[in-house]
């Protein structure tokens, strides 16, 4: 029956159940806030659907080439014999670094610097070194894992069975 629907449709069913509760998610937030609520007429480059238009094409146009092309630099990482696999200790803290700097973005950039300081009493002025070290921390912590590990396998490959 599945490989039926899948001649017919072209994918899974759970793809086809995934996509209507995706849209029925959109619809039922369009319902809750409103159209209204997505275009801002005065200012419109402050309107949530420019900035989610222009989100997916930064994405789909500049970023995931960009990261693509990266990634595919380090797989070339995999031809060279090294007893510890490198990949993985650059992917997971490059990962970090891109998650966090889209999280912490606004704070960076200072958007919304009057509100943040209003609220809070403080400057947007140590977001980004703030960043950078957290960045330079979690490539540095998977340095020291990845050193550790080199360590050990090189450990356990002159020792000598007994």
């Known amino acids: 029956m599945v490989a039926r629907f899948r001649a017919v449709y072209g ?3 759970l793809h086809l159940l995934t996509l209507i ?4 998610l ?6 809750t806030i409103g159209w209204r609520a997505l275009w801002n007429p005065n200012v419109w480059w402050q309107s949530i659907a420019v900035w989610f238009a222009a989100a997916v094409i930064l994405h789909d146009l500049v970023l995931f080439p960009l990261y693509a092309l990266a990634d595919r630099v380090l797989t070339l990482t995999r031809r060279i014999p090294v007893p510890v696999p490198v990949l993985n200790h650059l992917r997971i803290p490059a990962l970090g670094a891109g998650l966090t700097l889209l999280m912490f973005l606004p704070g960076i950039i200072a958007q919304g610097g009057p509100a943040y300081t ?5 400057t947007q002025e140590p977001f980004l070194g703030r960043w950078l070290l957290l960045t330079a921390a979690m490539f540095g912590a998977s340095a020291v894992v990845y050193a550790v590990r080199l360590a050990t396998t090189h450990r356990s490959s002159t020792a000598t069975p007994e």
Do not use: D, K, L, R
């Not at 959109?26 to 319902?31: E, H, M, N, Q, R």
């Not at 209003?118 to 403080?122: D, E, I, K, L």
């Open 11 to 13: 994918s899974h069913p």
């Open 21 to 24: 509760a995706g849209f029925t």
């Open 26 to 31: 959109f619809g039922a937030v369009i319902a």
């Open 118 to 122: 209003a609220a809070t009493g403080q």
